[in-house]
Structure formats: C-alpha cells, structure tokens
C-alpha cells in the first residue's frame, strides 16, 4: 500500500544560472574527450600485433547485449532498407577499428591521437569534392597547416619515413571520412533512431571481427586472450569498453539534446589534445621539439579548421 502523499507547502527554487547549466551539460562531454584521448594509450597497454582482432571481439562484444537491450523495441521497428543501410555502414566501421588498432600498435599513442584528428579536415574537403562547392580559403590554410603539422610530428626523432602505425592512422582518418560521407548519402538510415543504427553498425563490426578471428593466421582466438588477461589487461579492456563506447554514447544522444551540434562537436574536438597528454603524462612519451611543433600545428590547423567549416 503506498503511503499518503504530504501536504504541498510552497516551495521558491532558485533555478540554476545559464552559464552553470551549460558547464553541466558541458562537462559530461568532456569527460567523453578525455576518455577517448586515452583510449589510445589504453589500446596500445592491452594489444598486441598477434592479438589486435581478439581484443576487437572482446571490446565489443561486451558492450553490443547492453546496446541491444537498451533499444530493443525501436531496433525490431527497424524496416529492411535501414538494416542494409546501417549493415553497411558497420563494415566501414569494421575498417576503421582495425586500421585505428593496428595502428596504434605501430606507433605511439600521442602520435595516433593527433594523426586521427585530421579526419576534421578530411570530411569537409571530400564534401566539398563531392558537391564541388569549393572550401573557405581559410578552412584550406587550416588544412595545410594540419598537413605540415603531421610531417613534422612523424618526424619527432628527425626526418625519418614516416612509421606503419603513422600511415595506418592516417588511413584510419580517411575511412572516418568515408563512414562520415556514407552516413549522410545513404538515405535509409538518416531518419534512423541513433541507439539502433548503433546498434546494428556494431554488430556488423563484431561479426566481422568474429569471422577473421576463426582465421587461420590471424592470431589467438578471443576467448585464449581473455584466459591470459591480468587485472591491468582486464582494466584496459573494460575502460575501453564500458567508459569509451557505453558511456560516450550515452552521454553523446544526452548532450544534444540539452546543447547544440557544434557545441558537442568543439568539446569532443578536443579529442587529440588529451590523447597527446595521456601518452605523455602517463604513457612516457617523447615528441622533441620537432615533434611538439607538429602537434602543436596539428591541433592549431584542425581547430581553425572547424571553426571555419561551421562559419560556412
């Protein structure tokens, strides 16, 4: 039996100021970028050549019941052109899983986190390649200073060629470009609930990684690295799991809602600069002077380059 309700007695509250409701909406979201910066670090603690496919499995295999679970009414509500549209768009993201891990195991955290930062300036020149509306000449600046800031951050130790990890993250950037361009061309999943085409992108990329891990060749099975995990591997894993996938998708679909788009994206923007802190501050990482130069450039080059695409 519930019990009684309590006399009402007015009540004056104070509602909270602008400026503070909008650090509270903001923090969360920032909280996303310096998760994700340190998801690099973290990948990089936990894989390795021979196990970057069972640790995909593993990652995401975790977090996909809960995501099914979360939205399973509007994921059955999903029509069949929506389920092809979402399936393809989470084979492009199979790819860019596998390039942003292989590569981060080639090369050095900070340098991984700041090369996949030029997907911000990739997106807007491939749009404007597709629609031939030529770019803003200061988003054009902005995008040759991010170039000549990855040349010289990949030139840290001096004027080397540029690492395997270095040039797979800037594929990585490149497929982000491209899953970027699928998701507003194809049609059938724009109207899309987000929970579900998430849902089901990830699901394509875990069977994806299913089907290469019963590979021959592509190294142990999942369940083999799970049983040779230690609680610092276990860790890493649920961080990047449950932290860098449950919870900045959470708080993504939260915060636009409570903010706009482009206040979203410039916190999330900061995305690389606590990537290059946590594989310094933590990680021991070295850039050199020519190095830090380059980050410094890339990060200069990718925020200029945001503003100016929004301005347009």
């Given at each position: 039996?519930?019990?009684?309700?309590?006399?009402?007695?007015?009540?004056?509250?104070?509602p909270?100021?602008?400026?503070?409701?909008?650090?509270?909406?903001?923090?969360p979201?920032?909280?996303?970028?310096?998760v994700?910066?340190?998801?690099?670090?973290?990948?990089?603690?936990?894989?390795?050549?021979?196990?970057?496919?069972?640790?995909?499995v593993?990652?995401?295999?975790?977090?996909?019941?809960?995501l099914?679970?979360?939205?399973?009414?509007?994921l059955?509500?999903?029509?069949?052109?929506?389920w092809r549209?979402a399936?393809?768009?989470?084979?492009?993201?199979s790819g860019?899983?596998?390039?942003e891990?292989?590569?981060?195991?080639h090369?050095?955290?900070?340098?991984?986190g700041?090369?996949?930062s030029?997907t911000m300036?990739f997106?807007?020149?491939?749009?404007?390649?597709?629609?031939r509306?030529?770019?803003?000449?200061?988003?054009?600046?902005?995008a040759?200073?991010?170039?000549?800031g990855?040349v010289?951050?990949?030139?840290?130790?001096g004027?080397t060629?540029p690492?395997?990890g270095?040039?797979l993250?800037?594929?990585?950037?490149?497929?982000?470009?491209v899953?970027?361009?699928?998701?507003a061309r194809?049609?059938?999943?724009?109207?899309?609930?987000?929970?579900?085409?998430?849902?089901?992108?990830?699901?394509g990329?875990?069977a994806?990684?299913?089907?290469?891990a019963?590979?021959?060749?592509?190294?142990?099975?999942?369940?083999?690295?799970?049983?040779?995990f230690?609680?610092?591997?276990?860790?890493?894993?649920v961080f990047?799991?449950?932290?860098?996938?449950?919870?900045?998708?959470?708080?993504?679909?939260?915060?636009?809602?409570?903010?706009?788009?482009?206040?979203?994206?410039?916190?999330?923007?900061?995305?690389?600069?606590w990537?290059?802190?946590?594989?310094?501050?933590i990680?021991?990482?070295r850039?050199g002077?020519?190095?830090?130069?380059?980050?410094m450039?890339?990060?200069?080059?990718t925020?200029?380059?945001?503003?100016?695409?929004?301005?347009?």
């Amino acid at each position: 039996m519930a019990a009684a309700a309590p006399t009402a007695v007015p009540v004056t509250v104070t509602p909270p100021s602008p400026s503070r409701a909008a650090w509270l909406t903001d923090l969360p979201v920032l909280l996303v970028a310096v998760v994700w910066g340190a998801s690099y670090l973290a990948a990089k603690g936990i894989t390795t050549t021979q196990t970057v496919v069972a640790v995909l499995v593993l990652r995401f295999g975790i977090v996909l019941p809960v995501l099914a679970a979360a939205g399973w009414r509007k994921l059955r509500a999903l029509n069949a052109a929506q389920w092809r549209g979402a399936g393809v768009l989470g084979l492009v993201l199979s790819g860019i899983f596998l390039l942003e891990t292989y590569g981060v195991v080639h090369t050095s955290a900070t340098n991984a986190g700041l090369i996949i930062s030029l997907t911000m300036i990739f997106t807007p020149l491939a749009e404007a390649a597709v629609t031939r509306v030529r770019p803003p000449r200061a988003f054009m600046g902005a995008a040759a200073l991010s170039v000549a800031g990855v040349v010289l951050l990949t030139q840290g130790g001096g004027f080397t060629t540029p690492s395997l990890g270095d040039l797979l993250m800037l594929l990585a950037a490149l497929a982000r470009t491209v899953h970027v361009l699928a998701m507003a061309r194809i049609k059938a999943v724009q109207n899309a609930d987000a929970l579900s085409l998430t849902t089901v992108q990830l699901a394509g990329a875990v069977a994806v990684f299913a089907l290469l891990a019963a590979t021959p060749g592509t190294g142990p099975a999942p369940w083999t690295v799970a049983a040779g995990f230690g609680p610092r591997e276990w860790a890493g894993l649920v961080f990047l799991s449950v932290f860098c996938t449950l919870f900045a998708f959470f708080v993504q679909m939260w915060a636009v809602r409570r903010t706009s788009p482009s206040r979203v994206s410039l916190l999330l923007g900061t995305e690389p600069l606590w990537a290059a802190a946590a594989g310094i501050a933590i990680g021991g990482e070295r850039l050199g002077l020519v190095g830090l130069l380059g980050g410094m450039l890339v990060l200069a080059g990718t925020t200029w380059g945001r503003r100016a695409a929004e301005q347009r």
